[in-house]
């Protein structure tokens, strides 16, 4: 049956900026009674197989950037807005102060030059469908002229205070996800990078 079920995944197309979807989002599989030792019924499991659309819109950039070894970040250049100039990573389309549209800048080499361990936490435990190695060196990052401070991880090494990173990219097999930027200590050699990164 998932045999079935996995040749008919959900597909998703682009028509004139329209998705157009075929196939199954949402797969249901039979249920299995739970008895305890004594055989008295104490519940049920429901399988269930869902695929999830997350529609990118205007951050798609950002991903497919990833994907080419480029880290982008947006900047406002509205005369009008108190904090013209202003540049932000995370990648957000609309300013915060003036709500005008922003630019799209590249920050890869101030990224490679600059950024630095704001903070840091260490993880030993995850939730469902992560696919970091554990313990997950959760950092955040913080590039020089930049007004905001990135959520990423550590691949390499430990974590500390202060600490030089540079941006490692996920180019061969792309995920096209958040997971295709990681960080590793400054100085790190390409043979350390884990499989399908480079700086
Ligand atoms: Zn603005």
Same mark, same amino acid.
């Given at each position: 049956m998932s045999c079935a079920h996995e040749q008919n995944r959900g597909k998703v197309k682009v028509d004139n900026n329209r998705y157009i979807v075929k196939g199954d989002f949402s797969v249901i599989y039979p249920n299995t009674p739970i008895f305890n030792k004594q055989g =008295? !019924?104490?519940?049920?499991?429901? *399988?269930? #197989?869902?695929t999830y659309i997350h529609s990118y819109g205007a951050e798609a950039p950002f991903f497919e950037g990833l994907s080419k070894g480029s880290l982008k970040g947006t900047k406002c250049e509205n005369p009008a807005c108190e904090y013209k100039g202003s540049v932000y990573i995370p990648f957000r389309i609309y300013c915060p102060d003036c709500l005008k549209k922003m630019k799209i800048v590249d920050l890869t080499a101030a990224a490679k030059k600059t950024a630095r361990i704001y903070t840091y936490m260490v993880c030993e435990r995850s939730g469902a469908f992560n696919t970091l190695d554990k313990p997950i060196k959760f950092i955040n990052v913080k590039i020089e002229g930049t007004a905001t401070i990135l959520m990423s991880y550590l691949y390499l090494g430990e974590p500390s205070m202060g600490m030089r990173v540079v941006p490692i990219f996920r180019t061969k097999n792309p995920t096209y996800t958040i997971t #295709? !930027?990681?960080?590793?200590?400054?100085?790190? *050699?390409?043979? =350390? !990078?884990p499989k399908g990164f480079s700086f």
């Open positions: =008295k !019924l104490c519940g049920v499991t429901n *399988p269930r #197989d869902m #295709d !930027l990681s960080w590793v200590p400054e100085g790190t *050699p390409q043979s =350390k !990078l």
